[in-house]
T-cell receptor, first 114, second 113 residues
């Protein structure tokens, strides 16, 4: 158990509204990630963080922003939600095991944009 | 071409069967390889890392062929509880700072009684 929680676990929102998803970890991991998972696409990286206030874009970052003001919290914000952002969002942390960078995931947030 | 490609399945097998999943990756510089398991409506969970020499964990065996850019997962003596989607995962570049992983879309396994 990597001690990762996500909130909310489910959310329905309307097009055009801002939405913030929270990822919280208890084990002081430096690296944190936000992915989205859609049928036929697998998991795709939205943004990641390599430390407090240090973030960078992933492959599908348009329409999303992130913030990390504390080691334990990584927030994902949809500035103005669109129906194409209906998805399952997973947060992950990274641990180093030998030369491998293993990632461990939170339980996910199911977001529906109507 | 996708960076990581998997047969989506589903693979329907009887209990006790041996089943193999394959995965190809496009970036020859890839350094780390993993298999994750994902149950329906749950998060992906690390099943095993894949090492160059191949590795085994109980009924599960993973193989890596760098020359062919090919990874495999073998499950022996399938159990009903093995029913899940298996994700092939690659870390494409060493020490970029991102430590990002690239995920295949997954292969679904259904073990039947």
């Amino acid at each position: 158990d990597a001690g990762i929680t996500q909130s909310p676990r489910h959310k329905v929102t309307e097009t055009g509204t801002p939405v913030t998803l929270r990822c919280h970890q208890t084990e002081n991991h430096r690296y944190m990630y936000w992915y989205r998972q859609d049928p036929g696409h697998g998991l795709r990286l939205i943004h990641y963080s390599y430390g407090v206030k240090d973030t960078d874009k992933g492959e599908v970052s348009d329409g999303y922003s992130v913030s990390r003001s504390k080691t334990e919290d990584f927030l994902l914000t949809l500035e103005s939600a669109t129906s194409s952002q209906t998805s399952v969002y997973f947060c992950a942390i990274s641990e180093v095991a030998g030369n491998n960078y293993e990632q461990y995931f939170g339980p996910g947030t199911r977001l529906t944009v109507t | 071409r996708k960076e990581v490609e998997q047969d989506p399945g589903p693979f329907n097998v009887p209990e006790g069967a041996t089943v193999a999943f394959n995965c190809t990756y496009s970036n020859s510089a890839s350094q780390s390889f993993f298999w994750y398991r994902q149950d329906c409506r749950k998060e992906p969970k690390l099943l095993m890392s894949v090492y160059s020499s191949g590795n085994e964990d109980g009924r599960f065996t993973a193989q890596l062929n760098r020359a062919s850019q090919y990874i495999s997962l073998l499950i022996r003596d399938s159990k009903l509880s093995d029913s899940a989607t298996y994700l092939c995962v690659v870390n494409p570049v060493v020490d970029t700072g991102r430590r990002a992983l690239t995920f295949g879309s997954g292969t679904r396994l259904q073990v039947q009684p």
